[in-house]
């Protein structure tokens, strides 16, 4: 069956020709085929539902080749335009196809072969695909199964990405990518620790390329999705959709590359997919948890080449940086429990106590936060202590009696022998008797493991200085001051 007529697609004010369709021309048909008009009036529901922005980008240049055995097959432009079609608006196209016709279990994207079967497809005015985006389908047709993109999280932009020193450089270098210009370094490797970012700013770069260019293939994916399709093309024998695929991307980005240390194929792969793109001017952003010296049983030609271009470290926070997320972090809980209320210094103490990474940091106020909507209590430090106990607990910082007593004696200025050592006059004995107060409070040392350290020095003795200073804090407001710089200092 042919179409006959092409459907007009009335969308907001603007009215839009349809592709001219001809159902059943690739798949053939059966009993349950689409007609012309089903075709027009899905796409029109399509334009209501998605707005026009969306319809004019993503739907109008798809083609519809039919339908067979309850299974849609629509021709892309370029894989990443099927793939964010299926992603994005897969479930609403399912829907409104269904309401037409109940026939339709499945969609399946497909790239164009060339660029007279994208015109067809295009019939608004709007230029074709790009040439590449053909190339790119020159041989088998890749289906949207050898797709391989992972998803990117909404939240993860560079709107809400704190910048501060530890991450400036890797935030600008991630600015210039992002900026689609010329590719200035190639690869940019990012490397840091654990939640610190990385995958937030891989996120945020491709975001930003596929706004300032729907069309642009950009491919972000984790080393080991790559290992994964990798493998299924490998038994699949569909090696050749594998490589057209990878090396048709404009821009690739690779998530914890770290992950294909010591797995030789997966390596060898990489590493011409690598020179494929590089050799094209093609951009490439990696990312892993270290260097890629400290990355063990990589190949060195893979290791030198990562190191060719730019290799970006992201620091580990400081508190600034911290209180900064957590601020921003606040705004976006804000929307989900607008009327928690938080005590002042709250968000000053877990951004000086949780060091450890920013995914945790995020846990703890995101707990928080339910804690204190569900209980209808203030976000205050007797709750934070209640609802965080284990966090703060495992990122409690673990300071040593010998490093508190070099710290005290630092600060009155007195030589560390003399802290251990028998003098009993004021000078030293109150010192002495801040730095067992503050190996009480800061460690986990029993009394008699204290007072070993203090020059062999009885539980008792311990004891009594113990005391002594939570008596002398109540009354004298310098020494309260002086402990509680010395616990910081010992606990940053
Ligand atoms: N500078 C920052 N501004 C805002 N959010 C941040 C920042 N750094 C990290 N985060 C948040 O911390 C969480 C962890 O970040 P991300 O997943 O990017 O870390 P990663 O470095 O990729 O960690 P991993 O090595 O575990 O993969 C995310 O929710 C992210 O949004």
Redesign the pocket.
């Known amino acids: 069956m042919r179409a006959a007529m092409r459907p007009v697609v009335q969308c907001g004010d603007a009215k839009f020709h349809g592709a001219a369709v001809e159902i059943g021309q690739s798949l053939g048909t059966d009993s349950d085929d689409m007609t012309q008009e089903q075709w027009g009036a899905l796409r029109q529901s399509l334009c209501d539902t998605l707005g026009e922005n969306n319809y004019k980008a993503w739907i109008e240049p798809l083609h519809f080749d039919g339908l067979k055995d309850g299974v849609a097959t629509f021709g892309a432009p370029t894989h990443f335009v099927g793939n964010y079609v299926s992603q994005n608006f897969g479930d609403a196209m399912l829907h409104h196809i269904n309401a037409l016709n109940g026939n339709v279990r499945r969609l399946n994207f497909r790239v164009m072969q060339d660029a007279g079967e994208m015109r067809g497809a295009n019939e608004s005015g709007r230029p074709a695909a790009p040439a590449k985006a053909a190339a790119a389908a020159q041989s088998a047709p890749a289906s949207s199964d050898l797709l391989p993109s992972g998803a990117l999280d909404q939240?993860?932009t560079f709107d809400?990405?704190?910048?501060?020193k530890p991450?400036a450089l890797a935030h600008a270098a991630a600015r210039r990518v992002a900026d689609g210009g010329e590719v200035t370094f190639n690869p940019l490797f990012l490397h840091?620790?654990?939640?610190?970012?990385?995958?937030?700013?891989m996120h945020a770069i491709a975001w930003e390329l596929r706004t300032r260019n729907p069309h642009l293939n950009v491919l972000y994916l984790s080393a080991e999705q790559f290992m994964y399709r990798f493998v299924q093309a490998l038994r699949d024998r569909r090696m050749m959709d594998f490589k057209s695929i990878f090396r048709s991307v404009d821009v690739l980005m690779v998530?914890?590359v770290q992950f294909i240390s010591g797995k030789d194929s997966t390596q060898e792969e990489f590493f011409h997919t690598f020179n494929a793109l590089v050799d094209q001017n093609k951009q490439i952003v990696i990312?892993a948890?270290r260097a890629p010296d400290a990355i063990k049983d990589l190949e060195n030609r893979i290791r030198s080449r990562l190191q060719s271009g730019l290799v970006v470290d992201?620091h580990p926070t400081d508190y600034e940086?911290r209180l900064g997320?957590l601020q921003?972090?606040v705004e976006q809980q804000r929307q989900h429990y607008p009327d928690v209320e938080i005590a002042d210094g709250v968000l000053e103490f877990l951004a000086h106590r949780i060091s450890s990474?920013?995914?945790v940091l995020?846990g703890a106020l995101t707990r928080l936060f339910a804690f204190a909507s569900l209980i209808g209590r203030k976000m205050d430090m007797d709750l934070t202590h209640e609802c965080l106990t284990d966090v703060l607990r495992a990122n409690e910082r673990k300071v040593s009696v010998e490093e508190i007593q070099r710290k005290v004696a630092e600060h009155y200025n007195i030589r560390l022998s003399d802290m251990i050592g028998p003098r009993r006059t004021r000078t030293f004995a109150r010192p002495r008797q801040v730095a067992m107060f503050l190996s009480k409070k800061l460690t986990q040392r029993s009394l008699p493991e204290i007072g070993r350290r203090f020059g062999g020095r009885d539980h008792t003795t311990v004891m009594h200085g113990v005391k002594r200073i939570e008596e002398l804090v109540r009354e004298d407001g310098q020494l309260a001051e002086d402990i509680e710089l010395l616990r910081r200092a010992l606990e940053a």
């Open positions: 939240r993860f809400s990405f704190v910048v501060g991450n840091g620790g654990v939640g610190l970012g990385k995958t937030h700013l998530d914890d990312s948890d992201l940086l997320i921003t972090k990474n920013v995914r995020e």
